[in-house]
Structure formats: C-alpha cells, structure tokens
C-alpha cells in the first residue's frame, strides 16, 4: 500500500502556504491553488534535536 | 512466441536485447494434438477467466478457443501437484504422452531491432463502487460478463439468461461510464469504446429477443467513428430507449431478483423509476498493470491518466520518446479495434522503415564525455531519461549516442564539467548570459526557456500580440534539465534581480521525465539562496505549453512587477554572496620517510 505523508509547500510567486498528502514516489505537477505558479517550495521538515 | 513474458531489455535502438521468459507449459505443444482426454479426467475445477468466471475449467485446459498453439497447457499453481505426484491422470491418459510434470520455465535471448510495444488493457473492476450492488445482486453484471453471456461460444452457448435464475430477461437496463470520466475514483479518463459497445449489444438484443425492452442510462453518447451515428439511429429505432442521466444507485427486490433504479432523466427533468430483470455495467477500461514493469524496462514516460506518453501527439503517435520503440493500441490511449489496427499497421511500417533504412540519422545535439575530467562518479547515469549513458564502478562514463536525444540534464548535473552538450555547451549558454545582462542588469528579467514548449510559448504570446514588458531576456536550451545550478547562479552573479527557469509541463516533457531534474535543482537553488541570504522568491519556475502564451505574458507580467520590489542592495548582496568559493588548496602531504629523516 502507497504511504502518504501530509507536506508543506509554500508558493514562491503569492507566498500562499498549504498542506497537501504526497503520495511516496509520487510524479505531479505542483501549482499554488491559489495563484496557480508552479514556483511550489517543498518546505522539508526541520530535525528536532532530543535532549 | 506464446505464453512468455519480456524480463529484460537493454541496448538501443537497433541493437536492442531482450531476454525473454518462455514460461513452462507442462505439455508438448509439439506432441499434444489438444484431444482434451486429459481435461476430462482431471479432478481439479476453477473458475474459467476467460468465460469472466461465469463457468469453470480443468487445471489442464485450453486458454482460450484461439489459442496459438492449440495445445493444453497445464497450471501448476492450480495443480495437486507434482512433487511427489499427488494425482498424474492427465500423464496416464496421454496417448502422446506429451506431459511433463519437470517442465520448468526457459530464458530465451533475442537481438531485435525495434520493439512495438502492444500490451493491451485491464477492465475496471467496479466491485468498489458498491451503489450498483455488483457484488451484492446476482443480476447486476459487467459489460464484459454480458459478451460472455450473448456469445454462442460463451457458458450458456449464447442462451442470454439471468445469472440469478438462469431465466431470460425482458427488461435490461445499462449504465455507462462506470468507471470512466470519474475523476472521484482517479479515473477522469473517456474509455472511448463503451459507448459503442452498448449500443452494438442493445443491436444483438433486439435481433436475438425483440420483445425485449432495453434502456441506457448515459450522461452523452460518443459516436463519433465511421458508421457509428447511423448504429446509434438504428438502436433507438429498434426500441432502445436512452435516458440521459446516470442512477446514483440500485436496489433489489428480494423476491424477484429484479433491480430497482431511480434516475434523474436531465431530458425532461422528472424522476424516473425502472423495474429491470438485468442491469448491465458498462464499465471502462484502464492501463493494464503490468505497465510500470514496461515502462521501466524501456524507459517509457506515463501520461497523468497513465498510459504511456507518445514522441509528439500530432506528428509521432505511434512512436515511443526512446528511439526504436513504437506504440500499438490501448496501451497508448483508449481506443476501439479500428483506431488499434490503423496503429499498429504504422508502428509495423515505421520499425520496417527503421530496418530498412540500416542506419539511422540523429541529431547533432548530443552529450560528449570528457573522459580525463569525468571523476567516475556516476552520478550522471540515473538522470538519463533514456538510460544512454553507460556506466559502471570505477570507470568512466560513457554516452551511447543513438539513444541520446540532447536534454543535456546529464552536462548540468556534472559538477565536474566533464560532459559537454554540443551546440549547448557551458561556455555558450554562459556567454548569452552574460551578454545579455551585460547592460543595465537591474532593469532585465533573465528567463531560461526550454525550446520546445516555454520558447514556443514565447513565441506564441508574440504571434497573438499578448502585450507583455519588454525587460525580459530569454535564453534557449533543448530542456529546461539542461540549466544547471550554476547557470542561474551566474545569472545572479550577473546582477540579474529575477531569474526564470522554464519547462514543459509535466504530461508534456519532450525527455520523457527530465524536467524531474529540473525541479530538483530549483528546490536546491532556493535551499542555497536562503542560505546566503538571498531572497528565494528571485528565482521562478513555471511550466509553459507551447499553446500558453498567455500565461507566458502572465508570467512576464508578474515577473517585471517582482523585478521592481528587488533593490540595488539585494543586487549587489546576491552578486557577494553567491561568489564560488574558492577551492581550498590541500597541503602537500609529507611522505613518511622524509618526515622521519627530518625527526
């Protein structure tokens, strides 16, 4: 079964910030549903450091 | 070759191998004169996949009645078993003695030319979408279960009979477009032929059974071929009554077995509601399953529907983006038995003219490596679309160049600059960059575009007159793969405010998949521009069809407005910071027996 993990993208042309499930291996073309640029910065997830 | 599966392909065109799994058919077809005294005595029944599971067969059988060669093969998986032999009455029956429990499967290897690839299609299976009860109500069928039950060949010799009763159905109703032009369970796909086919089967009903009563529920009728509009006129004046509207779901009535529908008719605008003996699904069809073994084997791109993505829509429609590979029938896109044929004829002629021809001529635009930079690294290899480039650990890379087709993504992920891409090297795509923001950088937005897609866009949006700013600089690369890192550092370097970097769309990629590459390195690009304190927002993506010379003016519109928030300061920050650095020299290292002399 294909994992799905929920993902920020931030538009580089608006500035529009979302959440989207990305399917692993997944192949799309990403465009802001807001402005519809394909500028779509994959936002990854900062390491959190456990002290 | 029957009954074997492709396992691998390499090499080119011309000079492709296949290595090929001829799978283990437990009899002779050479000896088995297809008797059938082995089927009868065989103890083992299974559903028959070919009669859709509707009637059974033997685990010896005859696949289907066209089968070539028209022998008995045996399934093993379905089999008592051989090891120890726990049955072996279809051995002792055998006059010809034609079964062998040790057959095992052969690799066989072939050097072909070209390769048609024809894989056909996968039914949908609409046991999910549970309104129609498919898997609830004994009378609910597919279209596929009704050709078996119509054909004089099929499990009740073409007595059409409810799978319910086995009684004759007087009132059957269809509804198409299940599983097609539904983007709600990922299938936004027209299946092309269910409609035809619908109509083709009310045609049989009312020539077999006219006192029958049929109704199609539909949302439109697709008979555009040849002849189609005239079989659609005769269905309706033969009495099939076509209700424009699709039934949200289906209830049975226990004791009669019959199905009850409620539709809307978007005709007259009034709820309608059927009793019928039978209710057909005409479901769609989709790309078979096997298609991401296929595509990876010969490295073939997916249309977002997924079937595999042709060379060019209008111009090359039968041949596949890797050289020497040709497409026929559904695998390519929905299509009837005509379209299919008319195909397949034109992937035969163009691999026959291939042959023919003995060599081929291809473009000059082709990657070059340079065997005394090139690191062994390897890191080029996987980001050929086309698997061009050879290369193995510890030695250098090397380019097959008939099987290169010039997206130059390989020369822009060398950091070494051992890959040159002729007619786009470094040096003359760095000195279009510099002679173009050479003057007044600060006033210019500097766009890569690729040429078959974002520089037609260009072009489109100046032949339609699309009004635009004139500060945009536009440099031309076969793809947009081809622009590395380095290239839009430059740019920046140059004194550039706003940097574009352009493509085909994703469905649209001219390199099968290269402009993949491309978003990797723009993700890269923002993650170091931020690093260095650079504005991320200056560097741009967008993906522009050659028919999009709107949104290309668009673009250059909201472009030229982001060019004027960039400041002098930011201009001279991101010509500092994004500097090479320097490459730190590495002290000589001392040999041991000189340092220990000097001890």
Known sequence: MATTTIETFRCMACGHEYQEDVERGEDKERGCPKCRSNSIRHLKKKAVAKG | MTFAEVEEISGYVGNFTAKIRKKARFVDPTLCNACGECEKVCPVVKPDEFQTGLSSRKAIYIPFPQAVPCSYILKMDDCLGNNPIACGECAEVCEKKAINYDDNDEIVTREVGAITVA?????????????????????????????????????????????????????????????????????????????????????????????????????????????????????????????????????????????????????????????????????????PKDMDKISGLLTLSRTSDGFFMESHPKLKPVDAPTRGVFFAGFCEAPKDIKDSVCQAGAASSRSGALLNAGEIQIEAITSRVDEVKCTKCGVCAPVCPYGAIIWKKGETAAVIEAACAGCGACGATCRFDAITMRHFTDVQINAQIHANLAERPEDKVFAFACNWCSYAGGDMAGISRFQYPASNRVVRTMCSARVSEEMVLEAFRCGAPVVLVSGCHYADCHYIDANRQTVKRVQKLWDKLERARVRPERLQLEWISAAEGQKFAAVMRRLEELRKTVTAEEIAHAREALKPKPKKKKAPKQEPVAAAAAT
């Not at chain 2, 799978?163 to 097609?180: A, L, M, T």
């Open chain 2, 119 to 287: 894989i056909g299609l996968d039914v949908y299976d609409p046991t999910e979408m549970d309104e129609y009860g498919y898997t609830r109500f004994n009378n609910v069928i597919t279209s596929m279960e009704f050709e078996r039950l119509i054909c004089a060949g099929g499990p009740t010799g073409g007595h059409f009979v409810r799978p319910g009763d086995h009684q004759r159905p007087k009132r059957i109703g269809f509804i198409q477009c299940v599983g097609s032009r539904n983007p709600k369970i990922g299938r936004p796909w027209c299946s092309n032929i269910c409609c035809m086919n619908t109509i083709k089967d009310t045609l049989l009903l009312a020539d077999h059974y006219p006192d029958t009563e049929n109704i199609v529920f539909y949302q439109d009728i697709r008979a555009f071929g040849k002849s189609f509009e005239d079989m659609f006129q005769r269905s309706k004046q033969a009495g099939t009554r076509y209700v424009r509207g699709i039934p949200g779901d289906a209830e049975e009535d226990p004791e009669t077995g019959n199905l009850i529908v409620t539709v809307e008719n978007t005709t007259t605008g009034k709820l309608e509601r059927h009793e019928l003996d039978m209710l057909v699904l005409s479901v769609g069809v989709e790309p």
